[in-house]
């Protein structure tokens, strides 16, 4: 049962492209959406994140647009470079106890071309 | 800079046999989760760990067992590795407390034979 749904699972864009990874929730108790970063070799790493009190938040080029009735969120890359080919994975969060425990989306494979 | 590492980038091992990874931290991080990674599935969380003996069930916990002794170091446990778990495990640890940023070591590939 995917709680988290991601879409697309590739995407191509040109350099100076605004790409857009979509995801979906279905369990109402989560109170925390990050997104991780993960490139080749290395182990994904916290990119931006938002709590669903606000509708949108802007870090640099990444965007995240929050849609609490909709249960759905999605992050935006401006003026996206070759730099930003990554794999991007979305996460909704539920505290408990002391640690939070993150479900992660499938993934979106980034490409940016020159 | 803060460090999670993991004990073998590359691991090769029979169907049967007892595998252990490695995880230790560098960064005095309560949490410390296990995750395994698989195409078109994401991440999916094995077992976590809030403190020290202490473990709590992911959402894939069967087949795994992990073991915390000391706070930085988290080990995860094939009892009896089978085709089915080769995959690329990933830990990762974050502070106590809610939301807090995990943070991600390079990951094992381990391929069951």
């Known amino acids: 049962q995917q709680q988290v749904k991601q879409s697309p699972q590739s995407l191509i864009v040109q350099k100076g492209g605004i790409p857009i990874i979509n995801c979906a929730y279905e369990?109402?108790?989560?109170?925390?959406f990050p997104w991780y970063q993960q490139f080749p070799g290395k182990g994904p790493a916290l990119l931006i994140a938002?709590?669903?009190?606000?509708s949108e938040k802007k870090e640099g080029r990444f965007t995240i647009s929050f849609n609490k009735s909709a249960k759905q969120f999605s992050l935006h890359i401006m003026d996206s470079q070759p730099g930003d080919s990554a794999t991007y994975f979305c996460?909704?969060?539920?505290?408990?106890?002391?640690?939070?425990?993150?479900?992660f989306g499938t993934g979106t494979r980034l490409q940016v071309t020159l | 800079d803060v460090k999670v590492t993991q004990s073998s980038r590359y691991l090769v091992k029979r169907t049967g046999e007892k595998v252990f990874l490695e995880c230790v931290q560098d960064?005095?991080?309560?949490?410390m989760f296990w995750y395994r990674q698989d195409p078109g599935l994401g991440l999916r969380l094995i077992y976590f760990s809030y403190d020290v003996k202490m473990k709590e069930k992911g959402d894939i916990p069967e087949g795994y067992s992990v073991s915390r002794e000391k706070k930085e170091r988290f080990s995860l446990i094939l009892e009896s590795a089978s085709t089915n778990q080769t995959s690329m495990y990933l830990c990762a640890s974050s502070r106590a407390g809610l939301h807090n940023e995990q943070f991600f070591g390079p990951g094992t590939r381990l391929t069951v034979l």
């Open positions: 960064m005095d991080h309560e949490n």
């Open positions: 938002i709590r669903p009190d606000v």
């Open positions: 996460a909704a969060s539920i505290g408990t106890g002391t640690a939070s425990k993150l479900t």
């Open positions: 369990n109402t108790a989560f109170d925390y």
